[in-house]
C-alpha cells in the first residue's frame, strides 16, 4: 500500500445494493475506518471521486451483461487488491436462477419493452472473470466480517475468513440445533461461516446465504436428513436461493428436484 492513506474503491455490478448498505451501516466505525482510508470512489456515499489506481477494490454483484464483463476486467486492473462482496459478486445470487432457464422469456414477462433490454443468459460470479483476492460471502454481508477484513489488510495480515461450517459458530454461542431439537431442515451443516449463526440463534433454519463451506456435500445431509424421517425435499428450496450458481449447491439441488417424491439417492 502507498505511504498515504490506502484508497479504498467500492463498486456495484448486478446487484440490490443491500451490501454496499451494509458498509454503511458501519456508521460509527466507518468514520474511524475513513480516518486510515481514503475512500476514493463509492458512488452510494459520495459524489466526490478520486481517480484510480486503489489500492482496495470491493465489487458488488454478478455479471450478467457485456458491458459488467468488460467492466470487471478494467476494475481489476485499477485494484491491487480486489475483494467481492455479497452472494451475488461470489456466486451469482439470486439472479443466476436465469442460467437454468430460459432468459429471453424472463425478459418478455418482466419489461414492457424488451427490444431494448440488452442480457446474457447467465448471471455468474466475478471470479469466473478476474483473479479475486478475497470473498465476503452472505446476503448481505456480515458487517463484522467487513471490518474484520479491512482491519487485518490494514494490518498487513492475511485476512482471517472462515470456511469451517455456521453449525461451529452455533455451538460457539451455545444455540440449541434447530436441526436436532425441532427436526427443521438446516442447511447450516455446509454453509461457510462468518454471520455468527444469526438465524439459528433466532430459531430458524440457515438458509445457506454464505454458500458452500470447504468440502461441503449437501446430498449427503439430505441423505442424512431422509434417514431420520425428514423430508429432504425443502432443501431444494434453501438450496436454490442466493448461492443457486455455487456447483455444490447446484448439483444437490438437480439431484433432489429430479427424485421429486422421495428421498434423496446415492449421497456419498
Ligand atoms: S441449528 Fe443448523 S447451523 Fe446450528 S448447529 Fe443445528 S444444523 Fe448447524
Ligand atoms: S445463518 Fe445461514 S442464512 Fe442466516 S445469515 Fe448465516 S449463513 Fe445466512
Known sequence: MTAQRPT???FKLASCDGCQLTILDCERELLAI????????FLE??????????DIGLVEGSIT??????????????????????ACA?????????????????VRQVYASPQYIQTLATSTPVSDHVPVDFELRGCPIDKKQLLMLIVDLLAGKQPRIPRYSVCIECKLRHTVCVAVARGVACLGPVTQAGCDAICPAYARECFGCHGPKESANPLSLAE???????DPRPLVH?????NAAAPEFRQTAARLQSAPSGPAQGAN
Open 8 to 10: 479504498l474503491a467500492v
Open 34 to 41: 475513513a480516518e486510515r482510508i481514503e475512500i476514493a470512489y
Open 45 to 54: 456515499a459520495r459524489t466526490r471521486t478520486l481517480e484510480g489506481p486503489y
Open 65 to 86: 451483461t457485456e458491458h459488467d464483463a468488460e467492466r470487471i476486467r478494467q476494475i481489476r486492473s485499477r485494484c491491487k487488491t480486489l475483494i467481492t462482496i455479497g
Open 90 to 106: 461470489t456466486a451469482g445470487g439470486i439472479q443466476s436462477l436465469r442460467n437454468w432457464a430460459d432468459v429471453d422469456e424472463f
Open 224 to 230: 442424512h436428513y431422509r434417514e431420520r424421517h425428514h
Open 238 to 242: 434453501l438450496l436454490s436461493n442466493f
